[in-house]
Structures are given as structure tokens and as C-alpha cells.
């Protein structure tokens, strides 16, 4: 019974050295064996009544209590020993085609402590918050910058390449820019001239710089 076991775990696990391997059958022969002849005697040495004898069904791992597997966890690592389940572990992820998780796996069991550190700080630590531009804020990096239409819309298309949304479309520069003008009621443009009535433009940069004001305000207080 040695001698097959033994070949089994080479041939299923072969990065197992031949000391964890004799770890393994030393915990099979103490543990298992053990209480298989146990129960053995108790069912009077009689083979039909020892298989027909059975206990309350375990459940599987899945439906097991927390407690439970915490057990489970611990009887297998105490059998098999940790490099044992690592290799097993890889193992199952190669043969499901998880082949970059398995080399994850073996990369992190390599590095120092230090560095598996840095590496988990980077995973749990929370992403930076941008907060993207409004559409008139936006309106004016286009002005000052001297932008066109084709180089906003590319630029925008770079930052998003990299998750970034930092600007909005387009459209809504354009949305903007409009809200910058008076009505068109109040303009008046024919082919010899243009004009346009004074109180309508006084009123609507008067309600233009209070917007700004407004935003101004609320930007402090956030």
C-alpha cells in the first residue's frame, strides 16, 4: 500500500520532494490506517457489516460551518503539509486554463516579505478619486489652450483609453459656449449690419458672472 501511494503522488504531484512525500504516508499510516483498523474491531473484524455500517452523511466542504472547514483545513495541511497543497493548488488552476493566476501564485510565494507587502498596500489601497471637469470649465482649457475640435476630441479619446473621463464631450462644449451668448431674440444681423440690444446683453453677463459666483461659493464649501 506504501509503494502505491508513494507512486501516485509523484506521478499526480510531482513537485513534491521525497521528504514532504514520506510526510504524507507517515500522517496516512498514523491517521487514517489507525482509524481504520479501529473501526474495523469495533465492527467485529466482519467486512459486510463494517460497509453497510454508516454514521450521520458528512456535507460537503461547501455547506460546511466556518468552524468546520477552519477543521478540515487544518487536518489536510497537517496530513499533506503546505507545499504539498501549494502544488496541488497551481496544479488544479493549470488544468482549469488558469495558467496566470497559477504563476501569480508562485511568483508571490518567492518574494520577500517586504515586497508582498508593497504588493497587497497597492491591491487594498483606494484608487485615486478625479473629479472630471464640468462642461464651462472644460470650455475654458479649450479656449486657452487654442484648442480645435479634432484635438479636444483627441485628447479626450486618450484619457479614456486609461479609464480617465476627465473632460465630457464634445457637444457639451458647444452646449456651453452657446450659454455664453444672449439670446437671439436680442440679436439682430442682416447684410450691412449687426446689432444687438444693450440691456439684453447687460442682463445676461450680469446673470453669467452670478452663476459663476454661485459655483465659486460652492466650491469652497465642498
Known amino acids: 500500500m506504501v509503494v502505491s501511494i508513494s507512486n501516485y503522488i509523484r506521478s499526480n504531484f510531482t513537485g513534491s520532494s521525497e521528504e514532504n512525500i514520506a510526510k504524507i504516508i507517515a ?19 466482519k467486512k459486510d457489516y463494517f460497509l453497510k455500517k454508516r454514521g450521520r452523511p458528512s456535507k460537503t466542504y461547501e455547506d460546511s460551518s466556518v468552524s ?4 478540515k483545513n487544518k487536518e489536510l495541511l497537517d496530513t499533506c503539509g503546505l507545499d504539498f497543497i501549494l502544488n ?19 511568483v508571490l510565494r518567492t518574494l520577500p516579505p517586504e515586497k508582498k ?18 462642461k464651462d470649465e472644460a470650455l475654458g482649457i479649450f ?47 442682416t447684410n450691412i449690419k449687426a446689432k444687438i440690444k ?12 452670478i452663476k459663476i459666483d454661485d459655483v465659486y461659493k460652492q466650491g469652497l464649501n465642498h
Open 68 to 71: 468546520t472547514k477552519k477543521r
Open 117 to 134: 507587502s508593497e504588493i497587497r498596500n497597492s491591491l487594498l489601497s483606494e484608487p485615486a478619486h478625479l473629479t472630471p471637469y464640468t
Open 198 to 209: 444693450l440691456q439684453d446683453l447687460l442682463d445676461h453677463t450680469s446673470a453669467r458672472l
Open 88 to 106: 496541488s493548488y497551481t496544479q488544479g488552476l493549470r488544468a482549469r486554463g488558469e495558467g496566470e493566476e497559477a504563476l501569480i501564485v508562485e
Open 27 to 45: 500522517n496516512i499510516q498514523k491517521s487514517f490506517i489507525n482509524q481504520f483498523r479501529q473501526r474495523f474491531t469495533k465492527a467485529g473484524r
Open 143 to 189: 479656449i486657452e489652450l487654442n484648442l480645435s475640435k479634432a484635438q479636444y476630441e483627441n485628447m479626450r479619446s486618450y484619457l479614456i483609453t486609461k479609464n480617465c473621463l476627465l473632460f465630457p464631450s464634445y457637444k457639451s462644449i458647444r452646449e456651453a459656449k452657446r450659454m455664453c451668448y444672449p439670446p437671439d431674440s436680442s440679436i439682430e444681423i
